[in-house]
């Protein structure tokens, strides 16, 4: 499982790369009458990121991205081209035109903003605490006392936060995802601090009784990045989110690739 922070970390170095590209996207992103008549929607995918994007078994780019795209490119009633792009280098290719807009949970936030435009949110992510409903943890700063041992991956990016933010709990430290929700519902830790989303499927492997604590440290809204210059496509992106929130094709999605509903749900609204 992917580490949300550190991507995060990476966001300011795409930004930068793009700067001194001298990126800008003014004449080079396609407009939406341009996508219809190529009969083609490009999208940029991170295929390390799973299962927003991951590999299937025959090596192709699979995952809630590339099934949300689809049906994208289904309302355009055209084709869907896959391109494969990393943290590094997606905000460049979707500020120079050479996708039509990047995916991989691309959060909303002012930095990325000064280099692509944002649509309305398609999901949501959650950085909190995943426990267990005999525990009665109401707020993540209830974690800050040596009573409590929090279960974390050794060498993740929450390890820090904890000791910057909590540094009377016990921590003990596994090798991966799946050590650590296995501890967790053997009682053997109290609390995991981390992207709850993405543990989904670890989670489900075991007859225990999950709770994530009512306030998280901080709520992620994802969206889908397009270009500066792609007014007329972003537009009509926000209107084909909205539907597909409202019809509950991305609620679907997300528990297909999430096994479990999301976590913070993104309320269908016309005026957001």
């Known amino acids: 499982m992917r580490d949300i922070l550190k991507r995060t ?23 939406l009458d341009e996508i219809l008549s190529s009969g083609t929607l490009k999208v940029g995918v991170n295929p390390t990121l799973p299962p ?6 025959t090596n192709q780019i699979a995952g809630f991205d590339v099934d ?13 081209e896959i391109v494969q792009v990393g943290s590094p280098d997606r905000i460049p290719f979707v500020a120079s035109g050479r996708i039509d807009y990047v995916m991989g949970a691309m959060t909303r936030n002012p930095e990325r903003a ?12 959650v950085f909190g605490v995943l426990t267990t409903e005999d525990k009665g943890f109401t707020d993540w700063k209830e974690l800050d006392t040596s009573d409590v041992t929090m279960v974390q991956v050794r060498g993740s990016t929450p ?19 799946p050590d650590v929700i296995r ?8 609390a995991m601090l981390d992207v709850v989303d993405f543990v989904g499927e670890h989670m ?29 496509l972003k537009d009509w992106l926000n209107i084909a989110i909205y539907e597909l ?12 690739w999430f096994e479990r509903p999301m976590i913070q749900d993104v309320e269908a609204s016309p005026w957001f």
């Not at 390890?159 to 995802?177: H, S, T």
């Not at 929130?245 to 991305?250: A, E, F, L, N």
């Open 114 to 125: 000064k280099v692509i435009d944002f649509t309305v949110p398609v999901h949501t992510e």
């Open 204 to 232: 489900n492997k075991h007859d225990t009784a999950w709770k994530v604590v009512e306030t998280p440290v901080d709520i992620y809204y994802c969206s889908l990045g397009v270009a500066k210059n792609s007014a007329g």
């Open 52 to 57: 927003l994007g991951t590999y299937d078994e």
């Open 9 to 31: 970390m990476l966001m300011g170095a795409a930004v930068a790369l793009a700067a001194t590209f001298g990126i800008s996207g003014q004449a080079q992103a396609r407009s």
């Open 68 to 80: 949300f795209s689809q049906a994208i490119a289904d309302m355009l009633g055209v084709e869907l």
């Open 245 to 256: 929130h409202r019809d509950g094709v991305v609620d679907e999605l997300w528990e297909k």
């Open 159 to 177: 390890v820090q936060f904890i000791a910057d933010n909590l540094p009377e709990a016990e921590v003990l430290l596994l090798d991966n995802y």
């Open 183 to 190: 501890a967790l519902a053997q009682g053997r830790g109290d």
